[in-house]
């Protein structure tokens, strides 16, 4: 059974890693949806914030590094429905 302070840090380390992706690129700062996914990040709802950056990175795929860190951590929580399939 996991630890409520082990989960409470896992999250920060995903949202950690998220805002440091997501701030690498200009570009991907100024799509909307990002700045909604950082809100998301901010109120600490992850998975709410990787379902608005998946919307966003399907139609324009800036950040490949951003786009592959998003799609595994939907497939290990289980919020996609599709397999993953990295970006090359």
């Known amino acids: 059974m996991?630890?409520?302070?082990?989960?409470?840090?896992?999250?920060?380390?995903?949202a950690k890693k998220l805002i440091e992706l997501i701030e690498r690129d200009k570009h991907t700062m100024?799509?909307?949806a990002v700045q909604?996914?950082?809100?998301?990040?901010?109120?600490?709802?992850?998975?709410?914030?990787l379902l608005r950056l998946k919307i966003d990175l399907d139609k324009l795929i800036i950040n490949k590094e951003?786009?592959?860190?998003?799609?595994?951590?939907?497939?290990?929580?289980?919020?996609?429905?599709?397999k993953f399939k990295p970006m090359i």
């Open 30 to 32: 100024l799509l909307t």
């Open 66 to 82: 951003l786009y592959n860190f998003v799609q595994k951590l939907l497939e290990d929580r289980n919020l996609t429905g599709e």
């Open 36 to 49: 909604f996914a950082l809100r998301d990040l901010a109120d600490g709802q992850i998975n709410s914030a």
């Open 2 to 14: 996991e630890k409520i302070s082990e989960k409470i840090e896992t999250e920060n380390e995903i």
